[in-house]
């Protein structure tokens, strides 16, 4: 892609923080229960999607499809996988605390586990985001095309869909005992959040590989059309049929990221100190703020950990620690 403009997606890159934060703190929870559903299974849906996306067009937008740079993929996942070990090992005393009177070798063991699936929290996301980098280039590797990557994603992404917010669907076609039902659940329990990120990784190298290049005005009707029918899912599945167990994946919620983040590479925005300091903060901002929850919590300086105070205290106080980190590192 030409003449593209960095600046707004580091301003979206930002904004999809306070998104990821939202998600965590509900701050409608205790204002609108109609707010509360739009914030939580809805609109921070598109954060991490989006960080995927935009993850796979910046380490890709540079090699050819055919040509796969694999040092420079191997350098990236190494500074990927160093963030993931440092900040589980920073998350750990909240997960031993509860289990310190208990005999620590299981509990060890378990973390192992816990760590080599990618099971805690956010930081997932750094987890999964390894793995889906190193499927899609192995794909590009053995000269499968970016569009037959995206087919074969898309078949992961209705294992997603059947996971989360159609559960209840897949239960009725594949109901409980049968051989099928116990596969699946076997399989999905590994890593279940990876068929909600292949898909999004493989539309970002697609991005850096052949552009898409959409004009604004369909960018913006399907933005419409894509989020509209997003918002009409999650309440169909969580209202109407009672489907969702929990809101990762929605059948046009790739298309509503898509496009997305097609029209945060359009947007001209000028160069500005700003950007490069929001840049450095996103990782720091995703990173800490869940640590920042719940020390507050537990220090009894908020009393609850839902809420817009909660939020509003959050977002502030990771916005703060980061810029001091950007400052210092």
Not at 32 to 42: D, E, K
Not at 158 to 173: H, Q, R
Not at 175 to 194: D, I, K
Not at 263 to 280: M, T, Y
Request: aromatic share 18%; glycine share 4%.
């Amino acid at each position: 892609m030409k003449n593209v403009s960095y600046n707004c997606v580091d301003l979206i890159k930002y904004l999809m923080v306070v998104l990821v934060i939202a998600n965590h703190t509900d701050p409608f929870a205790n204002i609108s229960s109609v707010g509360s559903f739009l914030t939580v299974y809805v609109f921070t849906r598109v954060a991490v999607p989006y960080f995927y996306v935009i993850s796979g067009y910046f380490l890709f937008r540079k090699m050819q499809e055919d040509n796969i740079d694999f040092a420079k993929i191997k350098k990236y996942l190494l500074r990927i996988f160093k963030i993931y070990a440092v900040w589980y090992l920073i998350y750990l005393p909240w997960k031993l605390l509860p289990t310190l009177q208990n005999n620590l070798t299981p509990v060890l063991m378990t973390e192992v586990t816990d760590f080599l699936r990618g099971n805690f929290y956010h930081l997932y996301f750094l987890h999964v985001l390894i793995i889906s980098i190193l499927l899609v280039a192995l794909l590009l590797y053995m000269k499968i095309g970016v569009n037959k990557i995206l087919v074969i994603a898309a078949l992961f992404y209705v294992f997603g869909l059947f996971y989360s917010s159609y559960n209840g669907l897949f239960e009725i076609i594949f109901p409980s005992g049968t051989a099928f039902n116990e596969t699946f659940y076997s399989v999905m329990n590994c890593y279940p959040y990876l068929a909600n990120a292949f898909i999004y990784v493989a539309l970002g190298a697609g991005i850096a590989f052949r552009g898409w290049h959409i004009e604004n005005k369909y960018i913006i009707i399907g933005l419409v059309l894509s989020w509209s029918l997003v918002i009409c899912e999650g309440y169909f599945t969580k209202y109407v049929v009672n489907w969702l167990v929990y809101a990762e994946c929605y059948v046009m919620l790739p298309a509503a990221v898509f496009l997305t983040a097609l029209l945060s590479f359009k947007i001209p925005l000028p160069d500005k100190p700003l950007w490069i300091c929001l840049r450095k903060m996103i990782m720091y901002m995703y990173l800490v703020h869940l640590f920042l929850l719940w020390s507050l919590f537990e220090m009894g300086v908020i009393a609850d950990a839902k809420g817009l105070k909660t939020f509003i205290v959050t977002l502030l106080g990771s916005t703060v620690i980061s810029y001091l980190l950007v400052r210092k590192y």
